[in-house]
């Protein structure tokens, strides 16, 4: 469904350029907009009703935990990651030796497990998003929004970690083994 965003696009917006455009428009807003949506529901049901008390203290903890870590690498990747591939990596053009240090692939790949360990975690204590019928419209509601914001998550990270990165890392490396000094990306 989210990835058919990719079939809009030509090759050419497949770049590490492109890619990191169709991520800071189309995915950044709408994982955010889908935290708000939850965090909405989760403000004004500090307690859910639908769960054991200990489980939705647990789940709000998490979600926040969730929503600090994605707004953290969002604002990462737009103010630092994504101004630096768009300005060294145009097309065949290769990205500069100093532009990216290989502990920023680590941080931003680390942190992607963290998300998804996160979103694993929620949806285990929600019993893989079941609701009951007799729930409120309200809850189904708050649940089907976090089932969507983990599927943009997922594909969010399938973008970053399968189309962009290998392609700015593959660069990154190529130049740096035609360089005169010495660089390691591992």
Not at 131 to 148: G, I, L, P, T, Y
């Amino acid at each position: 469904m989210f990835l058919n965003k990719l079939d809009n696009y030509s090759n050419d917006a497949l770049t590490p350029e492109g890619l990191c455009n169709l991520i800071q428009l189309e995915y950044q807003p709408e994982i955010m907009q889908s935290c708000s949506a939850i965090e909405r529901y989760l403000l004004l049901h500090p307690y859910i009703k639908e769960l054991p008390v200990s489980v939705s203290e647990l789940i709000q903890l998490l979600f926040t935990k969730l929503e600090d870590e994605l707004k953290h690498l969002f604002l990462k990747e737009s103010g630092i990651v994504f101004p630096c591939i768009k300005k060294n990596y145009h097309g065949t053009e290769k990205l500069s030796n100093n532009c990216l240090d290989p502990k920023v692939f680590d941080s931003v790949h680390s942190t992607h497990q963290i998300i998804i360990g996160l979103t694993q975690r929620v949806r285990q204590l929600m019993d893989n998003y079941a609701v009951k019928s007799n729930s409120s419209k309200e809850w189904k509601d708050c649940v089907n929004e976090m089932f969507a914001l983990e599927n943009k998550i997922l594909q969010w990270v399938h973008i970053e970690q399968n189309l962009l990165y290998p392609k700015v890392k593959g660069r990154s490396r190529q130049n740096m083994n035609n360089s005169s000094t010495p660089h390691n990306l591992n």
